[in-house]
């Protein structure tokens, strides 16, 4: 089994800054493509951002494009979001996910996601 382990969530002002960090365990890492989400209270769980596992090309949403950067360092098996110029908006539990295929020889799709951690910003 993997294991997610995600932390930096925080009370921050607008305009401020966070970090988050997801570590994985249990399983190979440099093949999954990774991605953070967020959820507000009685809102939809949204895509934030995602980075591609062959060449960490990486994709935002609207919402965030210019403000926060997705990033991986597979030697830590950890994956980052960065984000800058946050806003009320951004106020939700953001978790991160890995999906894909183990190794080149797996025949299962693996789906993970972490438990999620708190991102609140005030006005």
């Known amino acids: 089994q993997l294991h997610l382990a995600e932390s930096g969530g925080g009370l921050v002002q607008a305009g401020g800054s966070l970090t988050l960090s997801c570590v994985a365990s249990?399983?190979?890492?440099?093949?999954?493509?990774a991605a953070w989400y967020r959820q507000a209270p009685g809102k939809e769980r949204e895509g934030v951002a995602c980075?591609?596992?062959?060449?960490?090309?990486?994709y935002y949403s609207d919402s965030v494009k210019g403000r926060s950067t997705i990033s991986r360092d597979n030697a830590k098996k950890t994956v980052y979001l960065q984000m800058n110029s946050l806003k009320p908006e951004d106020t939700a539990v953001y978790y991160c996910?890995?999906?894909?295929?183990?190794?080149?020889?797996?025949?299962?799709?693996?789906?993970?996601w972490g438990q999620g951690t708190q991102v609140t910003v005030s006005s």
């Open positions: 249990g399983r190979a890492f440099s093949n999954y493509a």
């Open positions: 996910n890995l999906r894909g295929y183990e190794t080149p020889q797996s025949r299962t799709f693996d789906d993970w």
């Open positions: 980075i591609s596992a062959i060449d960490s090309s990486t």
